[in-house]
């Protein structure tokens, strides 16, 4: 019985999982952490010590939260 190794060869899937819903007590700190998130997406998809397929997925996650 082995362990399930990654196949670091293929790229990761890039799916769109449906955005949360604003509600009253999150309305506050919203626009910090999308500016957050964006900063993150941002340089994850800028680092070269990341994988191609990886920076694909950031550079995605990063179109996703800028149009939120």
Do not use: C, Y
Not at 8 to 15: A, D, K, N, V
Not at 43 to 53: N, T, V
Request: no cysteine; proline share 7%.
């Amino acid at each position: 019985m082995g362990v399930n190794q990654p196949n670091l060869g293929t790229s990761p899937q890039i799916s769109n999982p449906p955005m949360a819903a604003h509600h009253i007590t999150t309305l506050k700190v919203w626009p910090q952490a999308k500016a957050l998130a964006a900063q993150f997406w941002q340089k994850a998809a800028a680092d070269g010590r990341i994988s191609e397929g990886f920076r694909t997925l950031a550079q995605a996650n990063l179109a996703v939260v800028l149009s939120a």
